[in-house]
């Protein structure tokens, strides 16, 4: 259960489906949340299967539940208020890779020859779907920001599943957040994690490129 959290958040939540469907359409952002949540769901699955808990870095197990000192039952206002502070925080979290991402896609947009781009990732390449996901590993960006380059990369001629294999790669397996990951986890276990992911997130891709034109 806890892997399939870790799989799903980054790539599917209600406000990105939404600029998903506003970027491109529904059709697309309701495939993408399916699958996204198919993927998960699998992930999760299969790594329960293995049994890894002996993977997990001990005093993952021993922190508290809870802070809070009335075991954990907090008033309304209280919660209200945590709310609030979460909407701060997510805002500043994310505004920077928004702009950095329009930025990023304006570039593309403008300035990168479509030749160069449709060379090296359009539809008719095999390995453009390798090359997105791999791209997309070292980066570190909130979804939202990987949006605007997505969009961008369509314009120029990419697939549509290569530009959303890179979106997802950037969210889900950017090179960061496996570094904190590592942090309560054991390397096989993050092995196998990365593995599971960029398979699916591979797998993902040529069946978007396959089936693009159903969704366009």
């Not at 009335?70 to 709310?83: N, P, T």
């Not at 020859?113 to 996901?133: C, H, M, N, R, Y």
């Not at 599943?161 to 986890?185: D, E, H, Y």
Request: charged share 10%; no cysteine; glycine share 8%.
């Amino acid at each position: 259960m806890t892997f399939s959290f870790l799989i799903s958040s980054p790539l599917v939540d209600l406000a990105s489906v939404i600029l998903l469907a506003s970027i491109f359409n529904w059709s697309i952002a309701l495939a993408y949340v399916v699958i996204g949540l198919v993927l998960a769901v699998l992930g999760g699955t299969l790594i329960g299967r293995l049994k890894l808990e002996n993977q997990v870095e001990e005093f993952v197990y021993q922190s508290p539940v809870s802070d809070h000192g009335d075991g954990g039952v907090i008033s309304r206002r209280a919660r209200l208020a945590y709310a609030a502070d979460q909407v701060v925080e997510i805002i500043h979290r994310v505004w920077l890779y928004v702009f950095i991402g329009v930025g990023i896609g304006a570039a593309i947009h403008n300035w990168i020859p479509e030749a160069f781009i449709s060379s090296l990732l359009g539809q008719d390449k095999w390995w453009s779907v390798l090359v997105a996901t791999l791209a997309g590993i070292p980066m570190y960006a909130d979804i939202f920001g990987t949006l605007p380059i997505a969009e961008a990369l369509v314009q120029k001629g990419v697939g549509l599943g290569t530009a959303l294999t890179f979106m997802m790669a950037v969210t889900a397996l950017s090179l960061p957040s496996m570094i904190m990951l590592k942090r309560v986890v054991k390397l096989p276990l993050l092995v196998i994690f990365v593995g599971i992911v960029t398979v699916g997130i591979i797998l993902i891709g040529y069946i978007f490129n396959a089936t693009a034109p159903l969704f366009i």
